[in-house]
């Protein structure tokens, strides 16, 4: 926008490079834009770019609380079971809080 602001003082000339820069820019990414990269056969089969299980597990809390847990690992029992531990020290101490 500026070089265009700029192109229209009185006596301005356009650097001859600079505009064959431009056009060769313009010129390569339109050729990039009608040639899609070509889909790869062996796509997602051991690229790393595989979706992820996602494993959910539901707890109840004390005093009728639900807790959701999501992970991208597994999520074992001692794991669910210390989340909601100290998801509920945590809701007690705020109770508590509330209280005094």
Not at 31 to 53: F, M
Request: aromatic content about 0%; charged content about 35%; hydrophobic content about 30%.
């Amino acid at each position: 926008m500026l070089a265009a602001a700029g192109a229209l003082k009185p006596g301005h000339q356009r650097s001859p490079s600079r505009v064959r820069a431009a056009r060769e820019a313009m010129l390569r990414e339109y050729a990039r834009t009608q040639k899609p990269q070509e889909t790869r056969e062996d796509a997602g089969s051991g690229d790393g770019l595989d979706e992820p299980e996602i494993h959910r597990v539901e707890i109840e809390l004390p005093d009728g609380g639900q807790l959701v847990l999501t992970d991208i690992e597994d999520i074992s029992p001692e794991r669910a079971e210390k989340t909601a531990d100290h998801i509920a020290r945590i809701l007690n101490s705020k109770e508590r809080d509330r209280q005094s």
